[in-house]
T-cell receptor
């Protein structure tokens, strides 16, 4: 398996533009996580899907952020409109669902810079 | 209250020495899992080791071992014979049913191995 695949790896965009980050989880993994990592706030969970259904989106900063998981093999995180404070590394991770003993596998991350 | 506490923001260790990275956790769930991840400067999140709450023995994976003290709710990572390549951020995490099995993360410890 190729692991969790994220695209793009790097994104530079101007303030106000829409940004879409993409994630393909590992086949068979029914749990998917979107994280944001910054120096100031560390690793933050944005949203957590189980079987394509959002279970916890309390970490989504505001209405500018939205996430979808239309099927088991694809998820998107959209920021519209983007702001400089959204600059961060965004990780997608997947795992087997509802198990305490399974690790999450991370993608390589998308480094977003909003100028 | 913090669910996962890593009290060491940063550590310097001489090459070839053993390292202990601290992690304490808080849960009322009798069934939970504890994880350690490594994040080198390249940015990827690498799973290192897992310990289940019902496991009788401390987990080991090569040079990594987990000093699991259930009564004290601590799950310290021990790296034996440290190498320069061990320099990285290290994160402790927990999965529990009370949190819908999402990963709860500590703030991380930055480990620097000195030659």
């Amino acid at each position: 398996d190729a692991g969790v695949i994220q695209s793009p790896r790097h994104e530079v965009t101007e303030m106000g533009q829409e940004v879409t980050l993409r994630c393909k989880p590992i086949s068979g993994h029914n749990s998917l996580f979107w994280y944001r990592q910054t120096m100031m706030r560390g690793l933050e969970l944005l949203i957590y899907f189980n079987n394509n259904v959002p279970i916890d989106d309390s970490g989504m900063p505001e209405d500018r952020f939205s996430a979808k998981m239309p099927n088991a093999s694809f998820s998107t995180l959209k920021i519209q409109p983007s702001e400089p404070r959204d600059s961060a590394v965004y990780f997608c991770a997947s795992s087997f669902p509802d198990r305490r003993n399974t690790e999450a596998f991370f993608g390589q991350g998308t480094r977003l810079t909003v100028v | 209250a913090q669910k996962i506490t890593q009290t060491q923001p940063g550590m310097f260790v001489q090459e070839k020495e053993a390292v202990t990275l601290d992690c304490t956790y808080d849960t009322s769930d009798p069934s939970y899992g504890l994880f350690w991840y490594k994040q080198p400067s390249s940015g990827e999140m690498i799973f290192l080791i897992y310990q289940g709450s019902y496991d009788q023995q401390n987990a080991t994976e090569g040079r990594y071992s987990l000093n699991f003290q259930k009564a004290r709710k601590s799950a310290n990572l021990v790296i034996s014979a440290s190498q320069l390549g061990d320099s990285a951020m290290y994160f402790c995490a927990m999965r529990e049913m009370d949190s819908n099995y999402q990963l709860i993360w500590g703030a991380g410890t930055k480990l620097i191995i000195k030659p």
